[in-house]
């Protein structure tokens, strides 16, 4: 459940025009079932990227990498250019 302190972080960083995912941890322990009801209850609550992960199944975190490269690495390039 998103609680109200990640709220505060949330808006904390819009404030200072930080970018922002939310990454959920110990994906392993959540039904297959349930994982993308997950993501999609945190993505509709935050308006944020989600993604889960799980170091025990080592899963999860490449998408992490290549959202970060793609959105946040590439991007700035782009903007030096």
Do not use: N
């Not at 079932?33 to 993501?39: G, P, S, T, V």
């Not at 609550?45 to 690495?73: A, C, D, M, N």
């Amino acid at each position: 459940e998103w609680e109200e302190d990640e709220e505060m972080l949330v808006r904390f960083c819009e404030a200072r025009g930080l970018r922002m995912l939310v990454v959920l941890t110990k994906g392993d322990k959540v039904h297959k079932k349930e994982q993308a009801k997950l993501i999609q209850k945190i993505h509709r609550q935050t308006g944020l990227p989600v993604y889960l992960t799980s170091s025990e199944e080592k899963w999860g975190l490449e998408e992490v990498e290549e959202h970060i490269f793609r959105q946040w690495v590439v991007d700035a390039k782009k903007g030096l250019s």
